[in-house]
């Protein structure tokens, strides 16, 4: 057989092809653009269809429109304004980062961009040659913002087309992005109008957000609904709920929103159904409308390629916060018998323990003024709340120094908190805690790893392996000399592997006999134990504040070696005078 020979695709198909990625329906590009247009700080945003998307799709707004230079750019793949280092990807804010939307809009449709940046004297257009790609730039006449058209969609990539539905079918899907990217920002007015005619008008909410819901649900559900509103651990969880008579033999209900962005998350929907236990019969779906918001740098949304899935560094602890505030929220309004256990088996594997008692928070739906600063708008505001409400504990937090050490303010002192310090301790006091209840998580390493042993080490290891398991180590023997690590408590898992295992064969050698092995070897594993930590966002500060206050330490006093020191504004004033 002839050997099948190597060549690189032309430009233009390996475009088509990566463009099939994202963009697999008319529905897709809408979304796309409206993206586009919130991360532009649009106030308006007009959708204009004809034919189902088939044949035009047009998303014009009054956004900050695109540097004529940068036009141009703008349809590259990776191009993009949104970030520009690798530091910007683990914390991103804006909805779009990956700078592939407009070049894989463009390369399967014929394509218009305008764009006017308002201080400039004129607007400018793009336009592309369907067959020869070039492109021309010329200049143009519209306000302030950026319309981009794509008409003709897949025309070109007959493939592809096959598998677009009726007009009617992908209109239909265009309605439903539509109404979701609408429940994402409610200071936004959306217009939708197909052949000509408005189908859906959203105006943006002034001061109340309700009014959104009933655009969006009807009247009924809102009437019907709980709100919800709690917080904790940096976590807030916002928005409208419907108990079990407003559920549905559909899941189409189900929008829900992680700061800010329209996701369609399985771990979320799960957490969802579960606070309902089985007062919710088999095939009933909820229907809501939730906001969850926490930390950017804690949620990684760069894993699926519409980026409607997204990833938490916690994700039991997020799992846990929404299930127990709306199984709290339904209790509270007597939806949920809770003299029976209504919760559904955790079917998330193991991580942090379980937040029992979610805060209900009294300030109803703040407003968000600031489009595409979402959640850093909220942060911000509720920064300056805890500033005013939360003076347990060591107070509230109030700045990084150093990235290392915590000031946070309470009454009329300031705090400094050695944050590597306190994270370890909390560790250590959890690690313990699990211990004594015989409920240490273990993390199974995707990779086993392999450490050397000494002979009477791994003698050791043979015999308290029963021991290990239970402080969450657990080892294979592979030789003489040689082990393999397995699993890791699930607490320690941004801890360095090797080195706590490599304490803990130390522990081996030294313990003592007629003692407790299994706490001697767990103090062994935490006593040099180094873990990574992130970077101060407020919120990681907060959890920081809360998760050290639910230890043994007496936060009330003034000093603990080596966590912490209080100074009172009067010490602050002596050491400047001095
Ligand atoms: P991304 O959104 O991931 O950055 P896109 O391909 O969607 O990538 O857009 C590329 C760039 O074009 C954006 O980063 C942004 O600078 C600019 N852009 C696209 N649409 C708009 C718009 N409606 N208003 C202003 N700038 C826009
Ligand atoms: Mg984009």
Known sequence: MEVPRITELPATLASQIAAGEVIERPAAVVKELLDNSIDSGANNIDIDIVDGGHKRISVSDDGHGIHPDDIELALRRHSTSKLSTQSDLDCIT??????????????????????????????????????????TLKPAARSGGTTIEAANIF??????????????????????????????????????????????????????????????????????????????????????????????????????????????????FHAVRSAFGDTLPTGRYPSYLLHLELDPAVTDINVHPTKSEIRFKNTRNVHDFINASLRDALKAAGTLDLTVDNELPGELPGGAPAIHA?????????????????????????????????????????????????????????????????????????????????????????????????????????????????????????????IVIKAIPALLE???????????????????????????????????MRVSVDALSSARMQSLLNDLDRTDLDTTQKHHKGLWRTISVDEISKLIDS
Not at 98 to 122: D, M, P
Not at 227 to 242: A, D, H, I, P
Not at 502 to 525: A, D, F, T
């Open 94 to 135: 804006s909805l779009g980062f990956r700078g592939e939307a407009l070049a894989s809009i463009a390369a399967v449709s014929r394509f218009l961009l305008t764009s006017r940046v308002a201080q400039s004297e004129s607007a400018w257009s793009l336009s592309i040659d369907p067959i020869s790609g070039s492109s």
């Open 155 to 268: 025309q070109s990539t007959p493939a592809r087309r096959k598998f677009m539905r009726s007009q009617r079918t992908e209109f239909l899907q265009i309605v439903e992005v539509v109404k979701r990217v609408a429940c994402s920002r409610f200071n936004i007015t959306f217009k939708l109008s197909h052949n000509n005619k408005i189908v859906s008008r959203y105006r943006a909410c002034q001061a109340d957000l309700s009014e959104r819901v009933v655009d969006v649900f009807g009247k009924q559900f809102l009437s019907k609904s709980l709100t919800v509103n709690y917080e904790s651990e940096g976590m807030k969880l916002w928005g409208w709920l419907g108990g079990g008579d407003l559920s549905r033999s559909q899941s189409d209900r189900q929008f829900c929103f992680v700061n800010g962005r329209v996701v369609r998350d399985k771990k979320i």
């Open 358 to 482: 979610a805060r209900p928070v009294q300030n109803r739906y703040f407003q968000v003024k600031e489009p595409g600063l979402f959640y850093q708008h909220i942060t911000h505001k509720k920064k300056q709340d805890d500033l005013l409400t939360n003076n347990a504990g060591l107070g509230a937090p109030v700045a990084a120094l150093g990235n290392w050490i915590v000031l946070a303010q309470r009454e009329h002192e300031y705090v400094l908190l050695n944050f590597q310090a306190a994270t370890e301790y909390i560790l250590k006091y959890r690690l313990k805690k699990d211990y004594l209840n015989k409920a240490i998580r273990h993390r199974p390493l995707l990779v086993p790893v392999e450490t050397e042993a000494n002979p009477a080490q791994v003698e050791l290891v043979e015999k308290y392996s029963g021991e290990l398991e239970e402080i969450g180590i657990s080892l294979r023997i592979i030789s003489a000399g040689a």
């Open 494 to 528: 941004d801890a360095d592997v090797k080195s706590l295992v490599r304490s803990v064969l130390i522990g081996l050698e030294s313990l003592r006999v007629n003692e407790n092995p299994g706490s001697e070897l767990l103090e062994s594993m935490t006593k040099n």
